[in-house]
C-alpha cells in the first residue's frame, strides 16, 4: 500500500527566507506525486506535478526516487504564500490519490 | 477556466437522515472522484468512477453510500443514513492526464 509522509505539522519562516516542506512517499513501483495547495478558505489547488518539472509560483520540487522524497522548495517565500500543502501520490491515470497530512506554511512579515 | 462545482456548500442533517451531495465536474473530464477530510485530518479517498461504474473505493466506502451520474453533467455521492462520525468535508474531483481538479467541497454536518 501508498503511504505518504509529511513529518512538519506547521512551518514558519520569515518572508524573504527559503523554504523547504518536506514530502516522503512509499510505494514499490513508479509513482505520480503532485504538491496541491489549499489557501484559507479556498478548494485545492494543482500546485506541481513531478512529471511537468515546472516552476510554479517560485516553487520547484524534485522527484527523488533514492531517498523516495518529492521536497517543496522556495529560494525566497512571499506572505500570499502562507497556505496549506499537500503532498500526494497516485500510483497511474484515473488511480485515486493519496495525501500526506500537510503543512501549515506561515510566512511572517 | 472551467472549475467542478459543488452543492451545497453546507449541509446540515440529523443523524439517520439521507444526503446527497452534488458536483459537476469539468465537462471533458473522464474520472470522478469523492474524497473526505475530517477535521484535522487528512484527505481521504472515498471512490473513483469511470465510465458509468465505480473503479476503486475504499474502506470507507461502505454499503451506506453510494455514487451515480444521472445524467451527462451531474456526479452525486449519497450517504442513506448519516452518522455523526460522517461529519467532514466533502470533495469531489475530476480528471484528466493524471491531474485531479477539485471542487470547494461540502461542509456535512450531522447532529
Known amino acids: 500500500a501508498q503511504r505518504v509522509t509529511q513529518p512538519e505539522k506547521l512551518l514558519s519562516v520569515f518572508k524573504g527566507a527559503p523554504v523547504e516542506l518536506k514530502c516522503n512517499y512509499s510505494?514499490?513501483?513508479?509513482?505520480?506525486l503532485f504538491w496541491y495547495v489549499q489557501y484559507s478558505r479556498q478548494r485545492l489547488q494543482l500546485l506541481l506535478r513531478?512529471?511537468s518539472r515546472e516552476s510554479i509560483k517560485g516553487f520547484t520540487a524534485d522527484l527523488n526516487k533514492g531517498e523516495t522524497s518529492f521536497h517543496l522548495k522556495k529560494p525566497f517565500a512571499q506572505e500570499e504564500d502562507s497556505a496549506m500543502y499537500y503532498c500526494a501520490l497516485s500510483t497511474g491515470g484515473g488511480n485515486k490519490l493519496t495525501f500526506g497530512t500537510g503543512t501549515q506554511l506561515k510566512v511572517e512579515l | 477556466e472551467p472549475e467542478v462545482t459543488q452543492t451545497p456548500s453546507h449541509q446540515v442533517t440529523q443523524m439517520g437522515q439521507e444526503v446527497i451531495l452534488r458536483c459537476v465536474p469539468i465537462?471533458?473530464?473522464?474520472?470522478f472522484y469523492w474524497y473526505r477530510q475530517i477535521l484535522g485530518q487528512k484527505v481521504e479517498f472515498l471512490v473513483s468512477f469511470y465510465n458509468n461504474e465505480i473503479s476503486e473505493k475504499s474502506e470507507i466506502f461502505d454499503d451506506q453510500f453510494s455514487v451515480e451520474r444521472p445524467d451527462g453533467s451531474n456526479f452525486t455521492l449519497k450517504i442513506r443514513s448519516t452518522k455523526l462520525e460522517d461529519s467532514a468535508m466533502y470533495f469531489c474531483?475530476?480528471?484528466?492526464?493524471?491531474?485531479?481538479?477539485f471542487g470547494p467541497g461540502t461542509r456535512l454536518t450531522v447532529t
Open positions: 474531483a475530476s480528471s484528466v492526464n493524471y491531474e485531479q481538479y
Open positions: 510505494y514499490s513501483g513508479s509513482p505520480e
Open positions: 513531478h512529471i
Open positions: 465537462s471533458n473530464h473522464l474520472y
